[in-house]
């Protein structure tokens, strides 16, 4: 069946420090990956995506992901995380099925 | 700069009510669709729609329906509202092909927070 896996519930980071967090998808093929992330109160943001090409991709707010289909993942990573970057992110793939498949979510908290 | 607006940010509604969300989109976008977000549970599509007055179930559609009479208004329609709907509700629009143009994106409205007593 076709999904997308963020393993992590929940991550606390400390400010300065860095930052990944896990996507996993289950396809038969290359999806489309996506990353948004959502602040308290707000709808969601594209990050960055990724649909062919460069398998590292640079998004947003100093957001990177890097897909790696042996393992089929794309995690996203920021070198150095600020305290305005707590929030929720999710990861999401196009199946070719005409619809956005959303992982769970990993809600991020920024310790100072 | 608003692009998708949703008429609601909370909404309380008694069991058996019927419950009209709204959502707007200025951005003359094709595609319309409706998630429910929960925690645990991520985003989950109740339906879309790709044109106006067409639809299509999404993964949850039961206990919902939709209305697209204009292009840039979709409606989520809950006939009898029950408990278990209480949630938070999230619009979306992306022109034609939105999630497969990679010089396009879909954009989100705030969300409707619904308590269903």
């Known amino acids: 069946a076709q999904s997308v896996t963020q393993p992590d519930i929940h991550i606390t980071v400390s400010e300065g420090a860095s930052l990944e967090l896990r996507c996993n998808y289950s396809?038969?093929?290359?999806?489309?990956l996506f990353w948004y992330v959502q602040s308290p109160g707000q709808g969601l943001q594209l990050l960055l995506k990724?649909?062919?090409?460069?398998?590292l991709v640079q998004g947003i707010k100093g957001f990177e992901a890097e897909f790696k289909r042996s393992q089929s993942s794309f995690n996203l990573r920021k070198p150095s995380v600020h305290w305005s970057d707590a929030a929720e992110y999710f990861c999401?793939?196009?199946?070719?099925?005409?619809?956005?498949?959303f992982g769970t979510g990993t809600r991020l908290t920024i310790i100072p | 700069d608003v692009k998708v607006t949703q008429s609601s940010r909370y909404l309380v509604k008694r069991t058996g009510e019927k419950v009209f969300l709204e959502c707007v989109q200025d951005?003359?976008?094709?595609?319309m669709f409706w998630y429910r977000q929960d925690p645990g549970l991520g985003l989950r599509l109740i339906y879309f729609?790709?044109?106006?007055?067409?639809?299509e179930k999404g993964d949850i559609p039961e206990g919902y329906s939709v209305s697209r009479e204009k292009k840039e208004r979709f409606s989520l329609i809950l006939e009898s509202a029950s408990t278990n709907q209480t949630s938070m509700y999230l619009c979306?629009?992306?022109?034609?092909?939105?999630?497969?143009?990679?010089?396009?994106?879909?954009?989100f409205g705030q969300g409707t927070r619904l308590t269903v007593v």
């Open positions: 999401a793939a196009y199946f070719g099925n005409e619809k956005l498949t």
């Open positions: 729609s790709y044109d106006v007055k067409m639809k």
């Open positions: 979306a629009s992306s022109p034609m092909g939105g999630w497969t143009d990679q010089n396009t994106e879909a954009f």
């Open positions: 951005m003359d976008h094709e595609n």
């Open positions: 396809y038969g093929a290359t999806p489309y």
């Open positions: 990724y649909f062919s090409g460069d398998t």
